[in-house]
């Protein structure tokens, strides 16, 4: 495993290779961090997320953005009204606090803290925040113990945390899987997962209860950029897959119609269908607690 680079680098290094543009692009993480931003904005995952925090209840201003990376939505919730702290442990400037700064200053947003800090251990008073938005952040918690007790310490009693987009897994071996498969882990590798009871036994020991759980395809901040009406496309794409798996399995075999049906269907009926999440490696979770 090609492991000793660091973030900022893998970023870089992928940003050149034409085989990763597009999970680059998805991801916001192209050098122009302005359209990363501007994307972003107009995603329907910032749109569910904003509907979000509009339904909940009372007034709710200071919005602490931990593991905030690039900025893009730090700046985002300071351009909709919100205070915002952004808080961040790499200092680099592609992927780290140094893009946030350049992000903030180029478009004069006043809004905007940001200080380089872990989840592990915050520089903040008690009670300070109204809301903690962390998106992609949470499963990379060396200690998840510690990080989700920080954030109640740090959150305004009946303030609200939104852990977005983390990954799920099931079990140890759909956590290889999932580390196996993931674009950017054998680079840098610092990927990981929680299974969806270490992630809640977590949060309510910490003092939360959590007010909503969505899975995968439960919400577009979790399935985005997929859409919900790409089943269609999805199942070709999956029969695809299951007609090569078959041909590189049994070569002979493959060369007659009706067996690599039957092949497809079997397979179905034991993973399920495109949309089963047993077929998406670390598919990702969200959660809405609240500190009582």
């Not at 904003?50 to 700046?75: E, F, M, T, V």
């Not at 004069?108 to 915050?122: F, K, P, Q, T, Y």
């Not at 109204?130 to 920080?150: N, P």
């Not at 299951?242 to 399995?249: D, E, G, P, V």
Request: charged fraction near 30%; proline fraction near 3%; include cysteine.
């Amino acid at each position: 495993m090609e492991n000793q680079m660091t973030w900022e680098e893998t970023i870089l290094k992928l940003r050149r290779d034409p085989a990763y543009s597009q999970i680059i692009f998805d991801s916001y993480l192209t050098a122009d961090l302005q359209d990363n931003l501007n994307r972003f904005r107009n995603s329907e995952e910032f749109q569910e997320t904003l509907k979000l925090l509009q339904n909940l209840p009372g007034r709710k201003n200071s919005l602490l953005d931990l593991g905030s990376g690039n900025g893009i939505s730090a700046c985002a919730f300071a351009m909709e009204g919100y205070t915002v702290t952004a808080a961040e442990p790499d200092k680099s400037d592609e992927t780290g606090t140094g893009a946030v700064e350049k992000l903030k200053n180029s478009l004069g947003i006043s809004r905007l803290d940001v200080v380089n800090a872990s989840g592990e251990m915050l520089p903040f008073d008690d009670d300070r925040f109204d809301i903690i938005h962390t998106r992609q952040c949470l499963h990379h918690a060396a200690d998840l113990g510690k990080f989700v007790s920080e954030c109640y310490r740090v959150l305004k009693k009946d303030g609200y945390m939104l852990n977005l987009r983390d990954h799920v897994i099931f079990n140890d071996t759909d956590k290889k899987d999932f580390l196996d498969s993931h674009p950017f882990h054998k680079f840098y590798g610092g990927e990981n997962a929680y299974t969806l009871a270490e992630y809640t036994s977590t949060l309510k020991a910490a003092g939360f209860k959590i007010v909503k759980v969505y899975t995968y395809w439960e919400s577009a901040i979790n399935h985005s950029p997929h859409k919900k009406h790409d089943t269609k496309t999805m199942e070709t794409e999956l029969d695809f897959q299951l007609n090569a798996a078959f041909r590189k399995k049994s070569p002979n075999q493959a060369r007659f119609k009706f067996l690599n049906n039957l092949y497809r269907q079997i397979n179905r009926l034991r993973f399920g269908s495109a949309k089963d999440e047993r077929r998406i490696p670390g598919r990702m979770y969200s959660f809405i607690s609240i500190k009582n």
